[in-house]
């Protein structure tokens, strides 16, 4: 099967991530796999910078800085890393970030203390199935 730019890749069993066990997770998690070439996934690092910069400004007391300032080192270290990704890991990799960039996912991320959970799930399992398990991480609590 072959995507162009910008075609979502939602049929796809290779989409279907073990660890996410809530369907709400792994259909939001589809729908943003999106193909993307190797330079828009390097552009994409500034995107996960303005992101963070905007929770911290509008985090609430219960906000959980801390995961969210993990999850956007991971994804952001993960691309620095100039592997040349496959295009299916490509496709993983962009599903993990458009998800962090949500603030409306499985669990508000502004207004539960536990808001980047899920984005911990879906990024440690696109770096179970990408084979960079060193970047996983690993909550505070």
């Not at 809530?22 to 993307?36: G, M, S, Y």
């Amino acid at each position: 099967m072959v995507f162009h730019t910008g075609e979502m890749a939602n049929g796809d069993p290779i989409l279907d991530l073990e660890d996410l066990h809530n369907p709400q997770e792994q259909r939001k998690f589809r729908r943003l796999c999106i193909d993307t070439s190797q330079e828009e996934l390097v552009q994409l690092t500034d995107i996960i910078d303005l992101h963070l910069s905007q929770v911290r400004e509008n985090a609430a007391p219960q906000t959980d800085l801390e995961t969210a300032e993990m999850v956007a080192n991971s994804l952001s270290t993960l691309i620095a890393s100039q592997t040349p990704f496959e295009p299916s890991e490509r496709l993983l990799i962009r599903g993990a970030v458009e998800y962090f960039l949500l603030r409306d996912d499985a669990s508000g991320d502004l207004e539960d203390p536990v808001g980047f959970d899920d984005d911990v799930r879906v990024v440690n399992s696109v770096l179970d199935r990408i084979g960079k398990p060193e970047l996983k991480i690993v909550p505070a609590s």
